[in-house]
């Protein structure tokens, strides 16, 4: 068990900047009327509407709805927590120093939230109103157990959940092993999954080892997504199970997964259907299908990606899809895209610089392997999210040889196209007229 100690040296720490935020003094999952704050306190405290004179030793006058966990510090839970309310939950550093929330890399100094018993963590529900629940700096661990929950094996969302620099993990469910995300409730509201900047990597469910989302409503963003499941040969890991009452009239796309690697998973990955948008992804190496590709009225897009060596075949197409698909470099199953950005069709024979081919482990230079297209999957020395770096070899003239360096498009009116994003999936800026897929 924490001290109080522990908390007061956080509040110290910061000065006033922590003053209102409400500490979590304890690791163990308790409820009861002490002077130590559990997590599950605490967000119960949010859930009753931060009353001035706090809760089970909670909080106070003035309080706000973030909550504070220290860094690399393990929390257990027995059963889910149910969040009611808007609520910011992250980690933060217990003294100033080498962790300052100023130096740090951020992700790699997470609070760890464990789930012990067999259930989710989290379940976000007000049928009244859409709360916001912020998770960040994170470390989200799932029960490990062929299943953790029937819906959501990290999160059952009903709400807009918001992602960032997290990892999710050991979830486990029939439908979202890592999140279950609701479509319509209340009075038309409309749930929102956005993950940003993390790591999601062994979850498993029969549909949508990822995420499964009745409606095409999500974000998945500068992420890693590796190891995961989806066991029913029908649906895929990140897994959109219906659609808006009417998809033709679609303004915008809702769901995206943009600047990503998705790397040794089972089962196929994505079903794209109206509503729903790829870019600049990097999609190898895994063992079902890619990408599941059907939206009749056109309103979707796959665009500046690799997407390659995905089970039997990478893409399977719809006969009556109509989505944009340009300027991905792919196999013959993803079809040759629109005329004015084509795909790339692979010729090559080997995809990684590694010594057997690879996706994960020592990239070879260019003496010992002067074909591979991509360094295989590694984490860089002190960072959170590794990635595959792309390889400019001898017998390029100029960068532009490449299949996949500065092949992406800027958007031109006259023959609209998806441009690639800002940032490559490093979160790195690209240059000005200088794009990567």
Same mark, same amino acid.
């Given at each position: ?36 704050? #559990? ?5 119960? &405290? ?9 809760? /089970? ?48 890399? /951020?992700?790699? &100094? !997470? ?25 960040? %700096? ?55 999954? %956005? ?16 995420? &499964? ?20 040969? !029908? ?16 303004? #915008? ?28 992804? *990097? ?31 990478? @893409? ?7 989505? *944009? ?8 199953? @993803? ?24 996706? %994960? ?58 441009? @690639? ?17």
């Amino acid at each position: 068990m924490l001290k109080k100690s522990i908390g007061m040296a956080l509040l110290c720490m910061a000065g006033q900047a922590y003053s209102a935020e409400i500490i979590v003094t304890t690791t163990e999952d308790i409820e009861k009327d002490d002077k130590e704050c #559990s997590l599950r306190e605490a967000v119960e &405290y949010v859930n009753r509407g931060l009353a001035k004179e706090g809760y /089970m030793g909670c909080g106070g006058e003035n309080a706000i709805g973030t909550i504070i966990l220290k860094e690399k510090t393990t929390y257990v839970l027995n059963k889910h927590i149910p969040i009611k309310k808007s609520v910011t939950i992250k980690s933060i550093a217990e003294v100033d120093g080498e962790f300052s929330s100023t130096d740090k890399v /951020m992700g790699l &100094y !997470n609070a760890h939230i464990q789930m012990k018993g067999t259930d989710n963590l989290f379940r976000i529900s007000n049928d009244e109103e859409l709360i916001q629940v912020n998770l960040k %700096e994170l470390d989200l661990e799932g029960c490990g157990k062929s299943s953790c929950a029937e819906q959501g094996g990290l999160i059952h969302n009903k709400g807009k959940l918001v992602i960032d620099y997290s990892r999710l993990y050991k979830g486990a469910a029939s439908q979202g092993g890592a999140i279950y995300n609701v479509g319509k409730f209340g009075q038309n509201l409309i749930a929102f999954a %956005e993950i940003k900047t993390s790591l999601i990597e062994n979850n498993q469910a029969q549909q949508g080892g990822i995420l &499964y989302s009745q409606l095409p409503y999500f974000l998945v963003y500068q992420s890693v997504l590796k190891n995961n499941q989806t066991l029913n040969n !029908n649906a895929t890991n990140i897994y959109t199970a219906g659609q808006v009452d009417n998809p033709a009239d679609i303004q #915008s796309i809702n769901a995206e997964v943009l600047s990503s690697t998705l790397l040794k998973n089972k089962g196929a990955l994505i079903n794209v259907i109206d509503g729903v948008g790829i870019n600049n992804l *990097t999609i190898v190496d895994n063992t079902g299908t890619a990408l599941r590709i059907s939206a009749p009225n056109g309103k979707a897009y796959v665009a500046n990606s690799i997407i390659l060596r995905n089970g039997t075949q990478d @893409c399977q197409i719809e006969t009556t899809d109509k989505s *944009t698909i340009h300027n991905n470099l792919v196999t013959a199953s @993803c079809g040759t895209g629109d005329a004015a950005y084509p795909n790339q069709i692979w010729t090559g024979t080997r995809l990684f610089a590694e010594a057997s081919d690879q996706s %994960e482990g020592v990239c070879l230079n260019l003496k010992q392997n002067s074909d591979a297209i991509l360094c295989p999957y590694s984490v860089p020395k002190d960072q959170f999210l590794g990635y595959l770096r792309p390889r400019i070899l001898l017998n390029y003239n100029q960068v532009s040889d490449s299949p996949i360096v500065n092949r992406g498009t800027s958007y031109n009116s006259s023959n609209p196209s998806v441009s @690639c994003e800002a940032s490559d999936q490093r979160g790195v800026d690209r240059l000005l007229g200088s794009v990567d897929t």
